[in-house]
């Protein structure tokens, strides 16, 4: 396998939802709302801490997991990675969209509820959690079209 096959478009998509799932919680996160909010409990800050300690971890898994593959590798184990690339890459935002359904939860505090019609975290949960499955998609196709022998459904 050809090392101009290991750089993609897929690949790139799955790099960069592991870069946002890495350090978008500190960006949202790391101020007067979330975790230096006067009002919230410790404990409420210790699970803040979690979520966004978990992003990182994610983000770092599914950057490894998309990247660790060479020009040695089979086709079959560049799409297992690049499948674990993608479950790693779209968990984080599957479980903040599921979030909501915990009893007493809400998408802000009341305090800062401007009133819109839709939460900011719907289309980019819900986008995030699609690119990743977006980029797999690409990465299959581009194996089956770039590898003769290689059957997509079979391997």
Not at 31 to 57: D, I, Y
Not at 59 to 79: A, C, D, H, M, Q
Not at 94 to 120: C, H, K, N, Q, V
């Amino acid at each position: 396998m050809s090392s101009k096959l290991l750089i993609s478009t897929g690949r790139l998509v799955l790099s960069l939802v592991a870069i946002a799932t890495s350090f978008g919680g500190f960006l949202a996160d790391w101020n007067e709302t979330h975790v230096k909010n006067p009002n919230w409990p410790p404990h409420a800050r210790f699970h803040n801490g979690q979520t966004m300690s978990m992003g990182l971890c994610l983000g770092v898994l599914t950057f490894y997991l998309t990247w660790r593959v060479n020009t040695k590798s089979s086709p079959k184990e560049i799409l297992d990675s690049t499948f674990l690339a993608a479950l790693t890459g779209s968990v984080y935002y599957l479980t903040g969209i599921s979030a909501i359904f915990y009893p007493g939860s809400g998408w802000t505090d009341p305090e800062l509820d401007d009133g819109r019609m839709i939460a900011p975290q719907i289309p980019l949960f819900s986008s995030l959690f699609f690119l990743p499955w977006f980029a797999y998609l690409l990465e299959r196709k581009r194996i089956s079209n770039h590898i003769p022998s290689y059957k997509a459904k079979g391997q």
